[in-house]
C-alpha cells in the first residue's frame, strides 16, 4: 500500500507563516485575507466527531443591490473513503457507504445546506483501474430507480434539498450499456435529470474507457429551487471548453465531482482548474475529491514499465468551492472524510460580469469558426513564419 501523505491538509505548510506574511499570502493564495470561517452546530459537530469525519463551513459576500434581493444558498460538498474492503460483497460495500454518507447528510441538514454534491461515482471503488469488469459492473444502476437515487431522493425530500449523486449509470433502455454520470435530485425528492461525463481518461490507471464511452448529453443546466447548476465530470476539469459551455448555458453553480490520486499531474493542477474557471466563467465551482487508499484483490499494471501493483496510491480529497471573484475556501483534508459548506451569495455571477465584462467580450464567433475549421481533415494550423 501507497504511504500516506505528509501534510494532512495543504493549509498545514501555512502555520509557521509570520501573520502579516500570512495576511498577503492569504491574499493570494485564497483572494482573501480572512477566511470567514462560519461556526458549526454543536449538534453537528457532535455528528462529525462521533462518525469520524471534519466539517468546515465558510461564507462570501457579494455587493449588495437596491433592485435585486441577494440570494444567497448553502452549497455542500462531501469527500469520502470507501466504508468497507473491496473484497465484500458489493451490496455490503455499497450499503456500508450508505450508512457513512448518511450521517454526513445529516450534519449538512443540520448546517441549512441547499444544494449538496457527492464526490464522482461516490457509492463504490474506483474500479477501473482494475480493467475487471465483475463484479464491478454491478454496481451500475438505473439513474432513476436505482439503490443510490432512491436513496438520496429521500433525503432531499425529508431536508428540501438539492442533491447530486454521481453514479455509474446502467442504461436498460439502450441495451443495457453502461456510463458515468451524475444524477440531479429536486428539492422534492424528484429527479430533474442527468449528465454524462464528456471527457474520459485514459491515463495510467484511469482505464475507465475500458467501460463506457464519452457522454452524449452536452452541457445541460439543472434549473433548480436554489439555482442553475451543471456537473463537469472530474476529466472534464482540465478541459476549458467544457468549462466554458456549461457558463453559455447560464450555469451559476457548476460541481466537479473527482476521483484523483496523490503526486499525480492533477495534483499539481487542482488548486487552480476550478479557480480559473470560476473567474473565466464568472459561476462558483465546487470540486471534490474523494479520499483513502483502495486495495483490490488482483494486481494490475499502470502500462508504465513499473511493477504490477494492488492499489493507485491515495486520493486527495482537497474540495475547495472557489468564486467568480477568484476567491477560494481553504481544502479539505487531503485524507479523512468531510463536509464542506459554503455560504454563497449568487448574485455575485452577474456582478462579476459587470464588472470585469470576460462574457461581453468572448470573441465566440471567431472561436466557433476556428474551431470548425480545427476538426477538417484539411486543417492548417494558422502559423506565420519568417521567409
Ligand atoms: N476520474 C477521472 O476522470 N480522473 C482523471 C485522471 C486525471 O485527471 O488525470
Not at 26 to 53: C, M, W
Not at 101 to 118: D, F, G, H, S, T
Not at 181 to 196: L, M, Q
Not at 252 to 272: H, K, Q, T, Y
Request: proline share 5%; net charge neutral; charged share 25%.
Amino acid at each position: 500500500m501507497s504511504a500516506p501523505f505528509s501534510l494532512k491538509t495543504l493549509e498545514d505548510c501555512l502555520k509557521n507563516v509570520p501573520a502579516d506574511d500570512l495576511k498577503d499570502l492569504k491574499t493570494h493564495i485564497y483572494g482573501r485575507s480572512n477566511d470567514n470561517e462560519l461556526p458549526v452546530s454543536t449538534k453537528a459537530q457532535k455528528i462529525a466527531k462521533d462518525n469520524t469525519f471534519v466539517i468546515k463551513s465558510y461564507k462570501f459576500e457579494a455587493i449588495k443591490e437596491d433592485l435585486r434581493k441577494p440570494r444567497v444558498v448553502r452549497i455542500g460538498a462531501i469527500q469520502t473513503s470507501l466504508a468497507a474492503p473491496t473484497t465484500e460483497p458489493i451490496g455490503v460495500q455499497r450499503q456500508k457507504i450508505f450508512d457513512k454518507v448518511a450521517k454526513i447528510i445529516e450534519a449538512a441538514a443540520l448546517e441549512n445546506v441547499n444544494i449538496l454534491c457527492l464526490q464522482e461515482l461516490w457509492y463504490l471503488p474506483y474500479v477501473f483501474c482494475t480493467r475487471e469488469k465483475y463484479p464491478w459492473c454491478e454496481f451500475a444502476e438505473n439513474p432513476e430507480s436505482g439503490a443510490a437515487v432512491t436513496f438520496l431522493s429521500t433525503f432531499a425530500r425529508k431536508y428540501n434539498m438539492v442533491i447530486v449523486s454521481p453514479i455509474l449509470e446502467r442504461d436498460e433502455d439502450q441495451g443495457d450499456i453502461v456510463w458515468n454520470t451524475a444524477v440531479v435530485i429536486s428539492h422534492t425528492g424528484k429527479i430533474i435529470g442527468k449528465h454524462r461525463k464528456n471527457h474520459i481518461p485514459r491515463v495510467g490507471d484511469f482505464n475507465e474507457s475500458t467501460y463506457y464511452f464519452e457522454g452524449n448529453t452536452g452541457h445541460p443546466v439543472f434549473e433548480t429551487k436554489y439555482g442553475r447548476l451543471a456537473i463537469n465530470i472530474c476529466y472534464g476539469r482540465h478541459h476549458p471548453q467544457n468549462w466554458m459551455m456549461f457558463g453559455l448555458n447560464g450555469a451559476e453553480i457548476v460541481f466537479n465531482p473527482s476521483a484523483e490520486i496523490g503526486g499525480s499531474l492533477s495534483d499539481r493542477m487542482w488548486f487552480i482548474e476550478g479557480r480559473a474557471a470560476a473567474v473565466a466563467n464568472s459561476f462558483f465551482t465546487i470540486t471534490i475529491n474523494r479520499v483513502g487508499t483502495e486495495v483490490f484483490a488482483n494486481e494490475f499494471t499502470s502500462a508504465d514499465g513499473k511493477k504490477a501493483h494492488n492499489d493507485m496510491g491515495p486520493f486527495y480529497g482537497s474540495a475547495y468551492l472557489a468564486t467568480p471573484e477568484g476567491m477560494r475556501t481553504p481544502g479539505m483534508p487531503r485524507d479523512s472524510d468531510g463536509l464542506l459548506i459554503s455560504e454563497v451569495d449568487l448574485n455575485e455571477c452577474r456582478q462579476s460580469r459587470d464588472l470585469h465584462t470576460f462574457r461581453m467580450c468572448q470573441r465566440l464567433p471567431i472561436y466557433a469558426e476556428g474551431f470548425t475549421r480545427a476538426t477538417k481533415l484539411d486543417f492548417k494550423p494558422q502559423i506565420i513564419r519568417e521567409i
